[in-house]
């Protein structure tokens, strides 16, 4: 059975940081598999990208995210990080991870970003 599933959301003071984790099991997100893409959904408000890695490693970002997000694969534990520095109020969202080649998504985990 392929599961996507995403872990490290929580709730942060504006400033902090925290690390999402993409978990895969029974399919690989790793180094030439798949491109692999972060997105998140406020309340109200669309699903939006956030952050993308390609198959080959390359990666790109959402304009607001630029200089504070970082997206990395670990190869080891099949899993796609996304490190978020310098958090705002209004990062606050749920955040999805998704295995573009048979898009695959996973439930979601919750950041929350207190003033």
């Known amino acids: 059975q392929v599961r996507v599933t995403e872990s490290g959301g929580g709730v942060v003071q504006a400033g902090g940081s925290l690390r999402l984790s993409c978990a895969a099991s029974?399919?690989?997100?790793?180094?030439?598999?798949?491109?692999v893409g972060w997105y998140r959904q406020a309340p109200g408000k669309q699903r939006e990208l956030v952050a993308t890695i390609s198959s080959t490693g390359i990666t790109n970002y959402a304009d607001s995210m630029k200089g504070r997000f970082t997206i990395s694969r670990d190869n080891a534990k099949n899993t796609v990080v996304l490190q978020m520095n310098s958090l705002k109020p209004e990062d606050t969202a749920v955040y999805f991870c998704r295995r573009f080649n048979g898009d695959y998504w996973g439930q979601g985990t919750q950041v929350t970003v207190s003033s």
């Open positions: 029974g399919i690989s997100i790793r180094l030439g598999t798949s491109a």
